[in-house]
């Protein structure tokens, strides 16, 4: 995971969710771009039950 990004799921959510809608089209462009591992941030995430959702581009 990324050093610049929160290790609180929660802030993570927050964080990776705004920088998807004002930044990136896909999610596979911010992994790319800010250096985080797919996997792992959808690890992270499914700790809160969210999941990608590549229709609207959010952890939902």
């Not at 004002?22 to 250096?35: N, T």
């Not at 995430?45 to 939902?60: G, I, K, P, R």
Request: glycine content about 0%.
């Amino acid at each position: 995971m990324n050093a610049n990004l929160p290790k609180d799921p929660a802030m993570l959510l927050s964080v990776v969710n705004t920088k998807l809608r004002d930044y990136y089209f896909s999610l596979d462009d911010f992994c790319q771009a800010e250096d985080v591992n797919e996997k792992e941030l959808k690890d992270a995430l499914s700790a809160l039950d969210y999941v990608y959702n590549e229709e609207t581009n959010q952890f939902e």
